[in-house]
């Protein structure tokens, strides 16, 4: 069974500073990872995705991620965020022969002006 | 680009009641996840359907029951309703490829269900 770890529950960060969210998973198989966003009393949208090859993923938004298979990390990050991004973001695993996804608790990123 | 709609998008409903969510997934795609997310909560599957058929099931109560039919839209039947059932109902779709496992799904805007 796979588990998804994300580390800060909130992370308040001022306009146009770089923001790091933080994303532990664990699984006995190859699996596939994804970031999400949520707005307040919105739906999920896919940041971005990382199936295989290069480990540093670009999504929408101006988001990256970079897979390390050796510490199991996704980390998403955003050189300069904007008050838009506010939002919930979330870790989520997918098995390479399984297609749920196992999310994480969620990071709520608070941008300040 | 069409999404996946889900109706209704609120519903209030006291406890021991029944309720129906419905989800119509992006055309063309043949899979759909149904996701519960209670307050403060992340998302928790529930149950997926392949071409009509159960394809995977998760932490989805007995008192639950969904499908979905030939025009794929799928729906999740909900009975003897309790005050922690009352969350965020989310509905994904996505494509298989012939031979291979979908690995992208779509989100709808969600059901918020609010059981008194």
């Known amino acids: 069974a796979q588990s998804v770890t994300q580390l800060d529950s909130q992370v308040p960060v001022f306009e146009e500073a770089p923001v790091e969210l933080r994303c532990n998973y664990s699984?006995?198989?190859?699996?596939?990872l994804f970031w999400y966003v949520q707005y307040p009393n919105q739906g999920l949208q896919l940041l971005l995705k990382y199936l295989s090859g290069s480990t540093l993923v670009k999504g929408i938004n101006g988001f990256e991620a970079e897979f390390n298979k050796s510490q199991t990390s996704f980390h998403l990050r955003k050189p300069s965020v904007h008050i838009s991004d506010t939002a919930e973001y979330f870790c989520?695993?997918?098995?390479?022969?399984?297609?749920?996804?196992?999310f994480g608790a969620g990071t709520i990123l608070r941008v300040k002006s | 680009a069409a999404g996946v709609i889900q109706s209704p998008r609120h519903l209030i409903k006291e406890k021991r009641e029944t309720a129906t969510l419905k989800c119509y997934p992006i055309p063309r795609h043949d899979t759909v996840y149904w996701y519960q997310q209670g307050p403060g909560q992340d998302p928790q599957f529930l149950i997926s359907?392949?071409?009509?058929?159960?394809?995977d099931k998760g932490s989805i109560p007995d008192r639950f029951s969904a499908q979905q039919f030939s025009d794929y839209h799928s729906e999740l039947n909900m009975s003897s309703l309790e005050l922690g059932d009352s969350a965020l109902y989310f509905c994904a779709s996505s494509l298989r490829s012939v031979g291979r496992l979908s690995y992208e799904q779509y989100f709808g805007p969600g059901t918020r269900l609010t059981v008194t």
């Open positions: 699984s006995s198989v190859s699996v596939y």
């Open positions: 989520a695993v997918s098995e390479r022969h399984g297609n749920k996804l196992v």
């Open positions: 359907f392949y071409e009509k058929m159960q394809s």
